[in-house]
T-cell receptor, first 114, second 116 residues
């Protein structure tokens, strides 16, 4: 059974800092990995999707990497801003089974202090 | 363009009542998913629809939960005889499943269900 872990559960940093959010998963048989952002009381916004054949994806100040063999992904946020404060979730789409469900970590709640 | 929409946004009900939650996927998306987000539990998969195939119901927590997808578009998640532990945010997602590796899931805003 696939398990996705995100540690720590919460992180507080001063504005302007570069930071790395970690995600690990137990089964490397995945199609892709997705990073999401969730604001309080809101749904999920997709940030980046990395296919299993890729090593990284970039969008603006965000860069996500994937090391499938070791079961790890990182989300790098450059020059953090207070508007980046949210919960960040990673999710993997497994190859096992007939469906394409995502298995999620519990998320990292990020607070960027002005 | 229109994203995934869900209704109602909030639902408060009494224990024992039935509730229906609705999801409108992105037009043209053949795959539709329901997930549940509970405090302390994270996001859990409930059910998956793909085209005209039989749905994957492996994530439904009990037989009080059911879902249908009419005409390959709108989906309704029904919870019968609601219990307090059903209180959660119910999220719907859709994707265009042409290539599993590329298919990105897009989420709706969710329905917050509170069972008193």
């Amino acid at each position: 059974k696939q398990e996705v872990t995100q540690i720590p559960a919460a992180l507080s940093v001063p504005e302007g800092e570069n930071l790395v959010l970690n995600c690990s998963f137990t089964d490397s048989a995945i199609y892709n990995l997705q990073w999401f952002r969730q604001d309080p009381g809101k749904g999920l916004t997709s940030l980046l999707l990395i296919q299993s054949s890729q090593r990284e994806q970039t969008s603006g100040r965000l860069n996500a990497s994937l090391d499938k063999s070791s079961g790890r992904s990182t989300l790098y946020i450059a020059a953090s801003q207070p508007g980046d404060s949210a919960t960040y979730l990673c999710a993997v789409k497994g190859m096992t089974g007939a469906n394409s469900k995502l298995t999620f970590g519990k998320g990292i709640t990020l607070s960027v202090r002005p | 363009g229109a994203g995934v929409s869900q209704s109602p946004s909030n639902k408060v009900t009494e224990k024992g009542k039935d509730v229906e939650l609705r999801c409108d996927p992105i037009s043209g998306h053949t795959a539709l998913y329901w997930y549940r987000q509970s405090l302390g539990q994270g996001l859990e998969f409930l059910i998956y629809f793909q085209g005209n195939s039989a749905p994957d119901k492996s994530g439904l927590p009990s037989d009080r939960f059911s879902a249908e997808r009419t005409g390959g578009s709108v989906s309704t998640l029904t919870i019968q005889r609601t219990q307090q532990e059903d209180s959660a945010v119910y999220l719907c997602a859709s994707s265009s499943v042409r290539d599993r590796g590329r298919s990105e899931q897009f989420f709706g805003p969710g329905t917050r269900l509170t069972v008193l």
